[in-house]
């Protein structure tokens, strides 16, 4: 039996999921969080499907046998592969799955232009496919498929140079051209700076966190889970030997990222 008072679990393939925790930390800031990223299988966009559904799989499972109260899987690739599955075995559980905020673009931008950036993993996967068919007759969906900016951030490069060479020639084709760009990778805001500044100020950029973070409190609230007392915290854990993303945890969590998305 879940208790108001136990944690709720976030899950990503590494760091980005922190750009999701931050979300969820705001909406409701007396929570207890246990963040687990999978350092050291990172990154998930460019491993066969079904690796990344056992992956996933694996280190929900763990987390869901502690007393976590709600999973939030904040990965858009692991969501995509496995979050299906993890509500077939857990039925009785809460369970949040983040995806592109491809519909919520749509919804501000009708008859606009919209960008997905994402890992090719996401951009293939039917559920998204079929969204993006839905709405390909009140916008103009574009897919840009990105590698490599995962590694970046996990690094702690997400607005470097580096940053800036990998991702000048995939977007600054699309400067003044895009009314919105998707950030389909919770990697992926942390490079918001760069990103913006390569397109232009007139370009929307969006991603899935906040509805995140709205779906789980209102699942919480629902089910009367919702913590209204003490103090909130997070407690970070990784996968691997390293001590790099314990050392960047923080930072990120605190990272200016432009306040819209």
């Given at each position: 039996m879940?208790?108001?008072?136990?944690?709720?679990?976030?899950?990503?393939?590494?760091?980005?999921?922190?750009?999701?925790?931050?979300?969820?930390?705001?909406?409701?800031?007396?929570?207890?969080?246990?963040?687990?990223?999978?350092?050291?299988?990172?990154?998930?966009?460019?491993?066969?499907?079904?690796?990344?559904?056992?992956?996933?799989?694996?280190?929900?499972r763990?987390l869901?046998?502690?007393?976590?109260?709600?999973?939030?899987?904040?990965?858009?690739?692991?969501?995509?592969?496995?979050?299906?599955?993890?509500?077939?075995?857990f039925?009785?559980?809460?369970?949040?799955?983040?995806?592109?905020?491809?519909?919520l673009?749509?919804?501000?931008?009708?008859?606009?232009?919209?960008?997905?950036?994402?890992?090719p993993?996401?951009?293939?996967?039917?559920?998204?496919?079929?969204?993006?068919?839905?709405?390909?007759?009140?916008?103009?969906?574009?897919?840009?498929?990105?590698?490599?900016?995962?590694?970046?951030v996990e690094?702690?490069r997400?607005?470097?140079?580096?940053?800036?060479?990998l991702?000048?020639?995939?977007?600054?084709?699309y400067?003044?051209?895009?009314?919105?760009?998707?950030?389909?990778?919770?990697?992926?805001?942390?490079?918001?700076?760069?990103?913006?500044?390569?397109?232009?100020p007139?370009?929307?950029?969006?991603?899935?966190?906040?509805g995140?973070?709205r779906?789980?409190?209102?699942?919480l609230?629902?089910?009367?889970?919702?913590?209204?007392?003490?103090?909130?915290?997070?407690?970070?854990?990784?996968?691997?030997?390293?001590?790099?993303?314990?050392?960047?945890?923080?930072?990120?969590?605190?990272?200016?990222?432009?306040?819209?998305?």
């Amino acid at each position: 039996m879940c208790r108001p008072s136990d944690a709720i679990g976030v899950f990503d393939s590494g760091l980005g999921g922190i750009s999701v925790l931050r979300q969820l930390r705001t909406r409701m800031p007396r929570e207890r969080f246990v963040y687990f990223g999978d350092c050291a299988n990172a990154p998930y966009g460019v491993r066969p499907r079904q690796e990344v559904a056992e992956l996933t799989m694996r280190a929900c499972r763990a987390l869901l046998d502690t007393p976590v109260k709600a999973l939030v899987v904040a990965c858009n690739t692991a969501t995509a592969a496995a979050i299906d599955s993890l509500r077939q075995e857990f039925p009785h559980r809460i369970i949040v799955g983040i995806e592109p905020a491809l519909k919520l673009a749509a919804d501000r931008h009708p008859g606009g232009t919209i960008a997905v950036m994402a890992t090719p993993l996401t951009l293939e996967q039917p559920k998204f496919q079929h969204l993006q068919q839905h709405l390909s007759g009140s916008c103009t969906v574009i897919d840009l498929p990105v590698a490599g900016l995962v590694e970046l951030v996990e690094s702690g490069r997400a607005n470097s140079p580096q940053a800036a060479e990998l991702l000048e020639p995939l977007l600054s084709p699309y400067r003044g051209r895009l009314d919105a760009l998707v950030l389909g990778c919770t990697h992926y805001p942390f490079a918001a700076e760069t990103i913006s500044r390569i397109l232009g100020p007139s370009t929307d950029l969006l991603d899935g966190g906040a509805g995140t973070a709205r779906e789980t409190f209102r699942r919480l609230e629902a089910q009367g889970l919702l913590n209204k007392e003490g103090e909130g915290s997070v407690c970070f854990r990784f996968s691997g030997s390293s001590r790099l993303p314990y050392e960047l945890a923080d930072s990120l969590l605190q990272a200016d990222i432009p306040a819209h998305l």
